[in-house]
């Protein structure tokens, strides 16, 4: 089936089975920063960006992308440069398997309009890191928000 | 990538959804959160699969004097954030702002979150609470059900496969108040052990309680009702040694299992702690 949606900005039409998981069809574009993780929507490694808002490709049937606005962290990469060095100052990552998964969810944050530490930390509490213990993604996060 | 056999359609209007689900192993697909685990475990194999993230009329919040409407394909995300509706129904926006984590509920939509019928969703116990309906509609008859006489066994509702949910009607009342508390032995993102939804309804009076719901989820097959244990609080006055009582009284209603949330009697034991603090939450005190 044709699926078409914006893909980092730019119209995308693909034939595809619309039940394939976007994780995979997004991979096979060789977009790569998107990573599995857990495979069950509870890590965010795979997460992308769609109207706005964070979304674990992993459990995401591709068919419903149709007509939405997509990003994935090498289009956020590019169109959000200050929030990269927001991580890099505040060393955001460690190992790095999980920071386009936090990077992604930081740049949808304006849907959930959180503001306070409080509200970062409970909007940043579905994407796990076993490495940095968190201060410094969430200190990222802080400061990316601050700024915009 | 490779194909299946399954069709996938995106109907625009609720007519066309109805016209499509009428061939057999056709399902309606919401968000989809729930239906791609499943799917993707080849628990399910669809012949057809009826999209309906293109259908205007099933989203929406609309607020009047004596009730809320929410559309079928509203996110979750959307009644969480939604700051009209937590000082109308602050038990159901707790509960929407508590699943899972903001990617499922980005993703995931009230109608989805209702027909999915996992005991341990959050969002039923906070609707049965405050007596909501369900509309359903199919090709051919359209009824309102009770979400108190929704769902029948694990994963197992009222609704025919042919049949769609359009939205939930909320009653409203000045003097109703609700909430919703849940407990997660795990992390923050896990179902729960037990989650209680409750509300309180008091006379003119503004004291004595008229009329109470507990509803708990984990803790049976479906969503359990605390029937009598909320009588109890009726002609009280919500004080905490009534609110108390009553919640001692949730563990003739329920029935859990052991599993790793919990045994069976820890569960017994934090369905009356929970049930209290959410019975607390509701008299506002
Ligand atoms: C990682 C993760 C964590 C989770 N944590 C929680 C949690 O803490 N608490 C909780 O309550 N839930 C939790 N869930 C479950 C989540 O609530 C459900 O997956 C979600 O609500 C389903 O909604 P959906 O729109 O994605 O449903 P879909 O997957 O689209 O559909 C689910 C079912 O409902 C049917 N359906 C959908 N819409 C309609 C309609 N309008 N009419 C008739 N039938 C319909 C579908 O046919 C399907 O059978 C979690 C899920 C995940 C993946
Ligand atoms: S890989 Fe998708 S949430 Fe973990
Ligand atoms: S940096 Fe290693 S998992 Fe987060």
């Not at chain 1, 990552?93 to 386009?100: N, S």
Request: aromatic content about 4%; glycine content about 10%.
């Amino acid at each position: 089936m044709k699926i078409s949606f914006s893909l980092n900005g730019k119209g995308i039409e693909l034939d595809v089975d619309p039940m394939s998981l976007a994780l995979d069809v997004i991979r096979g574009l060789s977009l790569t920063g998107t990573k599995e993780g857990c495979g069950v929507g509870v890590c965010g490694a795979c997460t992308i960006m769609v109207n706005g808002s964070p979304v674990s490709s992993c459990i995401c049937l591709v068919g419903t992308l149709s007509e939405k606005d997509v990003w994935t962290i090498e289009g956020l990469a590019e169109k959000m440069p200050e929030l990269i060095d927001s991580f890099v100052e505040n060393e955001g990552m460690q190992c790095g398997i999980c920071t386009p998964g936090q990077i992604v969810a930081a740049a949808a944050i304006d849907s959930v309009g959180a503001n306070t530490p409080e509200e970062i930390k409970k909007y940043m509490a579905g994407n796990l890191c076993r490495c940095t213990g968190y201060q410094t993604i969430l200190s990222a996060v802080e400061d990316h928000v601050a700024i915009n | 990538m490779q194909s299946t056999d399954t069709e996938f359609m995106i109907p625009s209007t609720v007519a066309e959804a109805l016209q499509g689900i009428g061939r057999e192993d056709s399902i309606f697909l919401g968000g989809g959160t729930a239906t791609a685990l499943l799917y993707k475990n080849r628990l399910i194999e669809p012949s057809r699969v009826i999209w309906l993230g293109n259908i205007a009329e099933l989203k929406g919040i609309s607020i009047t004097q004596s009730e809320v409407r929410i559309g079928a394909m509203t996110s979750v995300a959307e009644i969480a954030g939604h700051s009209r509706l937590a000082g109308l129904l602050p038990g159901l926006c707790a509960a929407a702002s508590v699943i899972g984590n903001a990617r499922v509920r980005a993703m995931a939509t009230l109608g989805g979150a209702l027909a999915h019928a996992d005991p341990r969703q959050d969002i039923p116990p906070s609707l049965i609470a405050v007596n909501a309906t369900i509309s359903i509609k199919s090709a051919s008859s359209s009824r309102e059900v009770s979400l108190s006489e929704f769902y029948e066994g694990f994963l197992e509702t009222v609704l025919e496969p042919d049949e769609l949910i359009t939205e939930v009607i909320i009653p409203i009342s000045d003097n109703r108040s609700s909430a919703y508390i849940r407990y997660t032995p795990t992390s923050e993102g896990d179902y729960p052990t037990v989650g209680v939804g409750s509300s309180l309804t008091v006379a003119s009076d503004m004291k004595t309680v008229v009329s109470a719901q507990i509803v708990l989820c984990g803790v049976g097959a479906v969503p359990m009702i605390a029937t009598e244990a909320a009588n109890s609080l009726v002609g009280t006055t919500g004080d905490d040694q009534a609110l108390r009582r009553a919640a001692s009284l949730v563990s003739e209603a329920i029935d859990p299992q052991d599993d790793e949330r919990g045994t069976a009697d820890y569960k017994t034991e934090m369905s009356k702690v929970f049930a209290y603090r959410s019975l607390k939450l509701s008299s506002g005190n």
